[in-house]
């Protein structure tokens, strides 16, 4: 009789949910990570909803697909628990384009001024930082200070985005995404000629020239959320390709149609199964935030959960 070879994939998703019952740990993944990360995860995500969660977990051990920034923000909210990622190489572009020594020499010269941190950025800056924010709640979080100015950073087109929903000046930090710099707006005129009628819905993190086709601009769990309301049956979508496999299994009656195939974030990609199941048996890569940049850099995070 002929036996049916297994399919590694699957087992490699069974070893993973065994190491984890063993380990009392819970699998937090993105909405980027790899289709078959978000299959073994316990909860997929935004960065606010991710953060969220790592606060409530009552397990111990978490481990963390998605970037460095991400991992950093769920220890910082759960430092009793042992975080892990499983490439601690996946970094951001963003975050790295807001050093911790050039946020201090700007804020040394705009006395008075509050920061505004968008959480894509590293502990140490969070720590120099008045109040966090991510994609989903940025104007609400500008909205609540007190001063009329604020320096926001690191995203200049978040921070445009912003200025149009605040009466306030935002002084802008000129760093980008360099995957949703990807999203071209020719690219979306000519889907729209092919799908009339799709709707438009992009990151905040596209370039005015896309955000001003769009029909919503949300982040991607403000995405997933909408998609399953729309009437709707092709939705056209501006954000990094893996919120398509998120989209598709949350809404499978309609089609979402990527901007372009470009839009992968390389370091979302790190993360894979094999790495998932390593971290797990070995507990590696944890993640530690020294003491002195933790306090305040979770003191940031924390006003920002306060607000929404
Ligand atoms: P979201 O919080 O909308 O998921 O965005 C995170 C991110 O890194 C976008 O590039
Ligand atoms: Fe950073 Fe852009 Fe990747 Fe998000 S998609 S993690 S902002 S490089």
Same mark, same amino acid.
């Given at each position: 009789?002929?036996?049916?070879?297994?399919?590694?994939?699957?087992?490699?998703?069974?070893?993973?949910?065994?190491?984890?019952?063993?380990?009392?740990?819970?699998?937090? *993944?993105?909405?980027?990570?790899?289709?078959?990360?978000?299959?073994?995860?316990?909860?997929?995500?935004?960065?606010?909803?991710?953060?969220?969660?790592?606060? *409530?977990?009552?397990?111990?051990?978490? +481990?963390?697909?998605g970037?460095?920034?991400?991992?950093?923000?769920?220890k910082?909210?759960?430092?009793? /628990?042992?975080?892990?990622?499983?490439?601690?190489?996946?970094g951001?572009?963003?975050?790295?384009? &807001?050093?911790?020594?050039?946020v201090r020499?700007?804020?040394?010269?705009?006395?008075?001024?509050?920061?505004?941190?968008?959480?894509?950025?590293?502990?140490?800056?969070? &720590?120099? *930082?008045?109040?966090?924010?991510?994609?989903?709640? *940025?104007?609400?979080?500008?909205?609540?200070?007190?001063?009329? /100015?604020?320096?926001?950073?690191?995203?200049?087109?978040?921070?445009?985005? +912003?200025?149009?929903?605040?009466?306030?000046?935002?002084?802008?930090?000129?760093?980008?995404?360099?995957?949703?710099?990807?999203?071209?707006?020719?690219?979306?005129? /000519?889907?729209?000629?092919?799908?009339?009628?799709?709707?438009? +819905?992009?990151?905040?993190?596209?370039?005015?020239e896309?955000?001003?086709?769009?029909?919503?601009?949300?982040s991607?769990?403000?995405?997933?959320?909408?998609?399953?309301?729309?009437?709707?049956r092709?939705?056209?979508?501006?954000?990094?390709?893996?919120?398509?496999?998120?989209?598709?299994?949350?809404?499978?009656?309609?089609?979402?149609?990527?901007?372009?195939?470009?839009?992968?974030?390389?370091?979302?990609?790190?993360?894979?199964?094999?790495?998932?199941?390593?971290?797990?048996?070995?507990?590696?890569?944890?993640?530690? +935030?020294?003491?002195?940049?933790?306090?305040?850099?979770?003191?940031?995070?924390?006003?920002?959960?306060?607000?929404?």
């Open positions: 009789m002929s036996q049916v070879a297994a399919d590694p994939r699957v087992e490699l998703a069974e070893r993973i949910a065994r190491l984890k019952r063993e380990r009392n740990a819970v699998i937090l *993944a993105h909405n980027y990570q790899l289709g078959e990360v978000q299959d073994v995860a316990d909860f997929v995500g935004d960065s606010l909803e991710l953060s969220r969660k790592a606060a *409530a977990t009552e397990a111990e051990v978490i +481990v963390f697909c970037v460095m920034f991400m991992a950093e923000t769920a910082l909210l759960s430092p009793e /628990r042992t975080v892990l990622i499983p490439d601690p190489r996946a951001c572009p963003m975050c790295d384009m &807001a050093p911790a020594e050039a020499k700007r804020k040394a010269e705009l006395p008075g001024v509050p920061i505004v941190a968008y959480v894509n950025t590293t502990a140490a800056v969070k &720590a120099e *930082a008045d109040i966090c924010c991510t994609s989903a709640n *940025a104007a609400a979080v500008v909205n609540s200070l007190p001063e009329q /100015r604020l320096l926001f950073l690191p995203d200049r087109n978040l921070g445009l985005w +912003v200025q149009r929903h605040t009466d306030k000046e935002v002084i802008l930090w000129d760093g980008y995404c360099p995957t949703h710099q990807r999203i071209r707006a020719q690219d979306i005129s /000519r889907l729209k000629a092919q799908h009339p009628g799709a709707p438009v +819905v992009v990151h905040p993190e596209c370039t005015p896309v955000i001003a086709l769009a029909d919503e601009v949300l991607t769990g403000q995405m997933v959320r909408w998609a399953r309301e729309t009437p709707a092709e939705v056209i979508v501006g954000t990094e390709v893996g919120l398509i496999h998120r989209l598709q299994k949350d809404s499978p009656d309609k089609r979402f149609l990527p901007v372009t195939l470009l839009t992968t974030c390389p370091n979302m990609k790190r993360i894979t199964l094999e790495k998932v199941a390593w971290a797990l048996e070995d507990m590696e890569h944890p993640v530690e +935030v020294p003491e002195d940049i933790a306090g305040p850099a979770r003191r940031a995070i924390e006003r920002m959960l306060e607000v929404v």
